[in-house]
């Protein structure tokens, strides 16, 4: 009986500790899994704001690449600069090189809003936001690349800055971009403002004065752009048409460097 009975409490003892074990176990097992659900819900979070800043400015982001490239298919492989920039209507002279200035620095001042929306959030894997972002970089890399000839060549941080420089707060409490009719009153009366594009309004200029290869900034800079738009708008329900890309230069002969970008 004495054994029988040092047995049986042994067992218990035993059962005991088995079930603290395994309760503690299954305490730490749930504890784990709730931790990693809030990791995901945390990250799911964040996907679902930089998804929501994307699509609140996908339109005006879209609108002003649209622009932009078709200003430069027009400027590179048109005739309207060349008619106009020195057009005897003072009014035509101004609208053909300002209205060229002003669409760039648009451009750059949605990407600057876009950039600030998103400089806090996490976008972790998520392939369209680094799909989005690639674009972004492709056009800008365009504008800052050394490679090209000079005129319209704006490093990163000028880029930046010009975009900031559109900034405005709109109606609704939310940043937007200046109209064109404010930034020729801009560039009439604030000398500051206007010293930042004062360059840029000489290099519309040298976009006449260019050929093909003299422009290939711009040519590149509208192929990125188009990507871009393809990107926001595959199905063109937006922007239906008028995508076509400028003809390319020849192939870059093979182990040719590619200047730095700044």
């Known amino acids: 009986m004495d054994l029988v009975t040092v047995i049986s409490a042994a067992l218990s003892v035993l059962g005991a500790i088995v079930a603290g074990v395994m309760t503690t176990w ?10 990693a659900l809030a990791e995901q819900r945390h990250r799911e979070s964040k996907a679902e704001q930089a998804q929501e ?36 209507d003072e009014d035509e002279r101004r609208y053909a090189r300002d209205y060229t200035v002003y ?8 990407v600057e809003i876009i950039r600030r929306e998103l400089r806090f959030l ?18 800008g890399q365009k504008f800052s690349t050394q490679q090209y000839p000079s005129h319209f060549r704006l490093f990163k941080g ?18 937007d971009s200046m109209t064109y009719p404010a930034f020729c009153s801009r560039l009439d009366n604030d000398p500051e403002f ?14 006449v004065a260019s050929d093909l290869p003299g422009n290939a900034r711009l040519l590149r800079a509208q192929h990125a752009l188009i990507d871009l738009i393809d990107f926001l708008d595959p199905t063109r329900t937006r ?13 870059q002969p093979v182990g040719e460097p590619e200047a730095a970008v700044a």
Request: proline share 4%.
């Open 103 to 110: 669409i760039l620095a648009e451009y750059l001042c949605w």
């Open 26 to 35: 299954s305490a730490r097992k749930s504890s784990m899994l709730e931790h």
């Open 158 to 175: 000028q880029q930046r800055a010009v975009g900031e420089l559109l900034m405005v707060t709109g109606a609704n409490g939310r940043t």
């Open 194 to 207: 206007a010293r930042w594009f004062t360059r840029l309004r000489k290099d519309v200029d040298d976009i």
């Open 53 to 88: 800043v994307i699509s609140r400015y996908r339109e005006p982001l879209l609108l002003a690449a649209y622009n932009l490239q078709t200003r430069l298919h027009n400027a590179v492989g048109g005739d309207y600069l060349p008619n106009y920039l020195h057009h005897e």
């Open 239 to 251: 922007i239906p048409e008028n995508r076509a890309k400028l003809p390319d230069l020849p192939a």
């Open 122 to 139: 996490d976008l972790g894997d998520e392939e369209s936001n680094r799909t989005f972002n690639r674009h972004l970089v492709e056009v």
